[in-house]
């Protein structure tokens, strides 16, 4: 596809429900790069990805949170036990390249995800 | 990671230049300073980039002084459309562990 698409956009969920959240990123993209933003703040960073590698997961706020990319192409993000602090905007974002090389990263426009 | 300080919110008219500034006073060696901007209900989306004296594309131009301890972004012209979240970042690539920090609000007004 032409950009990051992510879904679904909005998802609503009842307390203690499981999610997930998909990404496509560019095709051929290497790096894949996973965001939480809460309202009227930046975006927080949750995790990234080389291909099918998770090399950096520091940034998930607690083990209900996981997520994978088997194939080093979509990825899922996975909350389980939903609580109300988890309702804000996770963004998805790929680059070309990965390791410390210098590219650009492109985002998707998110899915909002509330808890009830 | 180096962290950022930018203005929490800034007004302009259209058709001024707009120069946001960001302080990074303990950017390391290899860091490249990298701005974002973010409308509403969208991703950020990668402005410019640079490592220091001046860097310009179509879109803005990014200052950096010989210390690199600061930056400023300039906008040409702001329009309505300009209206967003700009959000300054230090970090040696472009995404990985990026720190977005709760970024610029600019208001461009008629």
């Known amino acids: 596809g032409a950009g990051v698409s992510q879904s679904p956009r909005y998802k609503v969920a009842k307390r203690g429900q499981d999610v997930a959240l998909r990404c496509d990123p560019i095709?051929?993209?290497?790096?894949l790069f996973w965001y939480q933003q809460a309202l009227g703040q930046g975006p927080e960073f949750l995790t990234y990805?080389?291909?099918?590698?998770?090399?950096?997961k520091s940034g998930l706020p607690s083990d209900r949170f996981f997520a994978e990319r088997p194939e080093g192409s979509v990825s899922t993000l996975k909350i389980q036990r939903t609580q109300q602090e988890d309702s804000a905007v996770y963004l998805c974002a790929s680059s070309l390249a990965g390791g410390r090389m210098n590219t650009e990263a492109f985002f998707g426009q998110g899915t909002r995800l509330t808890v009830v | 990671l180096a962290k950022t300080t930018q203005p929490i919110s800034m007004d302009s008219y259209e058709g001024q230049e707009v120069n946001i500034t960001c302080s990074h006073n303990n950017i390391a060696t290899n860091d490249y300073i990298t701005w974002y901007q973010q409308f509403p209900s969208q991703g950020p989306r990668f402005i410019i980039q640079?490592?220091?004296t001046k860097v310009t594309n179509e879109v803005a131009s990014l200052f950096i002084p010989a210390d690199r301890k600061s930056s400023t972004l300039s906008l040409p012209r702001v329009s309505l459309s300009d209206t967003a979240v700009y959000y300054c970042l230090v970090g040696e690539n472009y995404g990985q562990n990026f720190v977005f920090g709760p970024g610029t609000r600019l208001s461009v007004l008629p």
């Open positions: 095709s051929g993209h290497v790096s």
């Open positions: 640079g490592y220091k």
């Open positions: 990805f080389q291909n099918e590698a998770q090399l950096d």
